[in-house]
Structures are given as structure tokens and as C-alpha cells.
């Protein structure tokens, strides 16, 4: 089994991305976990996974809004999935480094 953690920063603002809602499924669609980021913009909970396929799905426009944004409609980005596999045991981060028309994700530590 292996450990999965994510990281979502605002780059647009400089900080944490607190209030991000996020989905994980595994490959077949089957909604796995549900969280929302902390005053870290981390998720904590996230259960053990198995090696296989996966995608994680961020609601940045909703992040956004609430932050009192103006975007437009519908939003450049609203939902940003990331897709990523697990090959092997050990622990898996996903960071989301993003702004509402930009986004970039790596495989942390």
C-alpha cells in the first residue's frame, strides 16, 4: 500500500489554497475520497491506495469565487484533474501549484 498526499498553493496570491474541494476516483470512476484543503492547502485523510491508476480533481473556480475573484463564465479552469499512477509501495505527493489561468503539478516528496 501506498501513502498519498496533495499540497494546492494559490500562485496568484502568494499562499496555502485553503478551501479547495477535492475529488479522488480510482481509474474505473469509483469516488474514492472527498476532502477539502486546510489553512495549508493540504487534505488530510487521504486512506492507502493500491498500485494502479488515478485521478485527482480539483474545483478551482469554486476556490476562486469564494475568494472573490471575478472569472469569467464559463471559467478558464474549473475543474483541474490530474491523472497519475502508482507503481509501486512507498509515498506518492501530488502537488497543485495554481492561479485562474494557469496551473502546474510534479510528482513531490
Known amino acids: 500500500m501506498s501513502s498519498l498526499s496533495t499540497h494546492v498553493l494559490d500562485t496568484a496570491h502568494g499562499c496555502p489554497a485553503q478551501g479547495v474541494t477535492l475529488n479522488l476516483f480510482s481509474a474505473d470512476g469509483i469516488l474514492i475520497f472527498a476532502g477539502t484543503t486546510d489553512a495549508d492547502g493540504r ?10 491508476r ?44 495554481v492561479s485562474p489561468y494557469g496551473y502546474s503539478t510534479y510528482r513531490g516528496s
Open 43 to 52: 487534505c488530510p485523510g487521504i486512506p492507502p491506495l493500491e498500485t494502479g
Open 54 to 97: 488515478y485521478r485527482l480533481s480539483f474545483a478551482v473556480a469554486a476556490y476562486y469565487r469564494a475568494r472573490g475573484v471575478a472569472l469569467a463564465d464559463p471559467p478558464f479552469l474549473d475543474n483541474i484533474s490530474i491523472d497519475f499512477g502508482i507503481a509501486d509501495d512507498g509515498h506518492y505527493h501530488v502537488p497543485l501549484l
